[in-house]
């Protein structure tokens, strides 16, 4: 592959000054076709120690109104950092619709760096590299235009470099360069294979030579002009095709749909003397348990679906009064905001996965990507379609990390909901909590059903299982949901000691 760069491409100097201001009124002008889009943009910069990738950073944040441009640099992690899955940095950083990052290093430099001093085999930098393409892909479909540059020197030219540093104009000599030097070879085969494995048709790979900077400037401004035109002539769905795609009226066959909450016994309860016992046994383990994971650096993640009324304030009040208060947050999830609707709809529950010790428990969560959006029609069936596989994907990497995850459907029955309603209507200190909003999600309660079947079947896996909790005994709800935050996260701790 890097042989295709072409090597040893100059340019003179005033062949550069008659091209260079072509390509910055370019830039702009395809800025400004973007933020009339619906997409943002991110541009990869990666490449061999001592192209001038800094230069390359300085080149474009010349060329675009820096306005609307965010770069960022990706070092060592931070302590922060390392506390959360090794993604959480760049979904931190992806950039809201209309608007452009440039990552200087990116989710491709942690795998190269260790597959090339053999901290991971080829295998797991395969797997990784999968998850990268991955990603890219959910990106895409989302709306993001993702270019990718490789800035390529040769074995003699980078050494050439680290020996006399003043050879190209305003080189700036990297920390790294000394060290990656050393190791051309071992680097070049882990990098060769890594851009194979990932120069993808969604997502391309650009591999520009280096050795004249000149060169490499104009050529990098060519490459970003030919893939962001392309990507923004591209027509999106049209607000017809979304509407015909999304929200299907049930049919007489599916309406009738045996489902897996069909199976959940809502009758079982607890006496008010079991109950009393076992909340008092169960809240006193998961206080141990919380201060047991501070101290071993684990975190966990609880979240929480289920119907209207169900009990889910309820069942997360007894979690939490059983933990410290500094070791949890509570992440109510209600109707985006602007702010998350210009991001891919994973970004708000990535910016709060917690960090090594603590709990996040979320009211609501991920799911209502393929619950109330797929239902009500907030989302194009192609979109909720994929989100399984992207939702399994984002549990995967919590869990690679080893947070623990817990997940729970409370389920009632459709007249226990009513009474519920009712006794909300009738009481003036629960009146706040019933809406229109919630009569209304009631009269599709057959498509949520088949929803949440479509949604356990494709996303309760050996690894990330639904927990379906009998809900029309509160009682005996908060007790089995204590009995299996505790076992999950007993589990855990005791796989690591």
């Not at 992806?94 to 090339?116: D, Q």
């Not at 680097?187 to 000149?214: K, Q």
């Not at 006794?423 to 057959?446: G, L, V």
Request: charged residues 30%; glycine residues 4%; negative net charge.
């Amino acid at each position: 592959m890097f042989e295709a760069a072409e090597l040893g491409r100059s340019l003179s100097k005033s062949e550069f000054e008659k091209l260079e201001p072509e390509i910055h009124s370019k830039f702009l002008q395809l800025q400004q076709s973007l933020r009339k889009s619906d997409k943002s943009l991110i541009v990869i910069v990666s490449g061999v120690e001592g192209a001038g990738k800094g230069e390359i950073v300085d080149r474009l944040n010349r060329w675009f109104d820096t306005r609307d441009v965010q770069t960022h640099a990706y070092w060592d992690a931070s302590d922060e950092e390392n506390q959360r899955p090794w993604m959480w940095r760049f979904w931190r950083d992806m950039p809201a619709r209309k608007t452009i990052s440039i990552m200087f290093g990116s989710w491709y430099t942690r795998p190269l760096v260790e597959a090339a001093y053999k901290k991971i085999s080829e295998a797991q930098l395969d797997q990784t590299l999968t998850e990268i393409q991955e990603l890219e892909r959910s990106l895409i479909e989302n709306g993001t235009i993702i270019i990718k540059l490789w800035f390529h020197l040769s074995k003699e030219e980078q050494r050439s470099r680290l020996e006399n540093e003043a050879k190209v104009k305003k080189f700036k000599k990297s920390p790294l360069l000394e060290d990656f030097s050393a190791n051309y070879d071992r680097f070049a085969v882990v990098c060769e294979h890594a851009l194979r494995h990932t120069d993808s048709g969604f997502a391309p790979w650009h591999i520009i030579e280096a050795t004249n900077y000149r060169y490499r400037d104009i050529a990098t401004g060519d490459a970003i002009i030919h893939q962001l035109s392309i990507a923004l002539e591209s027509e999106p769905e049209t607000k017809a095709n979304a509407e015909i795609s999304s929200k299907a009226e049930l049919t007489d066959a599916e309406s009738a749909h045996l489902t897996v909450l069909d199976k959940v016994d809502v009758t079982q309860s607890l006496s008010d003397k079991d109950y009393g016992e076992k909340l008092t046994t169960m809240q006193a383990r998961l206080h141990e348990l919380a201060w047991q994971m501070y101290a071993q650096k684990r975190n966990a993640v609880i979240m929480f679906e289920g119907w209207d009324a169900a009990g889910k304030g309820s069942a997360i009040r007894r979690i939490t009064s059983a933990i410290d208060a500094r070791l949890y947050r509570v992440i109510p999830i209600a109707a985006p905001t602007d702010e998350e609707k210009d991001h891919h709809y994973l970004w708000r529950f990535w910016r709060h996965i917690p960090r090594a010790g603590r709990i996040t428990i979320y009211d609501r969560s991920w799911y209502g990507r393929v619950l109330v959006e797929r239902v009500e029609g907030f989302a194009r069936e192609n979109e909720w379609r994929r989100a399984y596989q992207e939702i399994n994907n984002f549990e995967d990497q919590l869990l690679d990390h080893g947070i623990v995850l817990c997940k729970f459907w409370l389920h009632i029955g459709k007249d226990e909901q009513l009474r519920r309603f009712r006794e909300r209507e009738n009481d003036e200190r629960k009146q706040h909590k019933i809406t229109e909003e919630d009569w209304r999600n009631r009269e599709n309660w057959d498509a949520y059903m088949l929803a949440v079947n479509d949604m356990v079947a494709h996303t309760s896996t050996s690894r990330a299982p639904w927990t379906l909790v009998a809900g029309n005994d509160k009682k005996f709800a908060r007790i089995q949901i204590l009995e299996t935050v505790c076992s999950s996260i007993s589990a855990a701790l005791s796989q690591q000691n």
